[in-house]
């Protein structure tokens, strides 16, 4: 059975779609997705030689090594170009993700993509950045607790797509969720401008643990002799004063 995290991921592909799951492991995204019928073909892409063979593996037994290409290799480099529609890169750091879509569009392969999934476990704000940056419009959000561990799901279309919404528009009106004191640009890219309007259980659970987390770490440099604890101190404590704001926002 797919994880809740995976479930999630598969819902936003959209029904028809060649996909390309980059990080793929053993194919479990690639291969419900094909029997689900939201891909109508898959490739599965895998830098490691393990999950490379547990994902062929995988795809051999659910009899479906005609619809479902494994293929070995360093993110989009499996890729031909305009081979997929969409892209789902999950289970790794937002830095990671970002460097695979950095060296894929340098080479090309994100042409003729429509649709990427982005699954980062952390550095979510690089990946904003990324997204902001480089002409993907971020359609959506979403964050889900499993096991004791939260996961944000970003989905994203090209700008040059019509996709109902502009970033410019999106982070304005993320911004003005802030009320007499619009939320700056680091807060939306940190917090997310979906999830920041969502103001969901688990956001707020989320963000009340990182302000705990940060709490220690001032407690712990009010102690310290080190000549940079003052500016250290004066960083955490900006960074607390914007995270309360939001959850004093929170219903
Ligand atoms: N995507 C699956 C998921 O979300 O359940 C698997 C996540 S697993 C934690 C990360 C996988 O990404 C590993 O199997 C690893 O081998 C693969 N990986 C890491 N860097 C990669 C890269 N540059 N290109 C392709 N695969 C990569």
Known sequence: KLSRRLGLLLEQIPHGSKLADIGSDHALLPLAAVQTGRAVSAIAGEV???????????VQDAGLRGLISVRRGDGLAVLRQEEADCITIAGMGGALIASILNRGRAEGKLAGVRTLLLQPNVGEDILRRWLLDNG???????????????????????EDLEAGITN??????????????????????????WLIRQRGPVFAAKWQEEVSKLERILESLSRSELESAGSKRAEIKAQIREITEVLACLP
């Open 48 to 58: 490691n030689p393990g999950p490379y063979r547990a994902a062929e593996r995988a």
């Open 136 to 158: 993907w419009v971020l359609t959506a959000e979403a964050l889900l607790e499993e096991d004791g561990k939260r996961y944000e799901v970003l989905s994203a279309v090209p």
């Open 168 to 193: 410019e528009s999106l982070y304005a009106a993320a911004a003005q969720a802030g009320g007499e004191r619009p939320y700056g640009m680091e807060t939306l890219l940190i917090m997310g401008p």
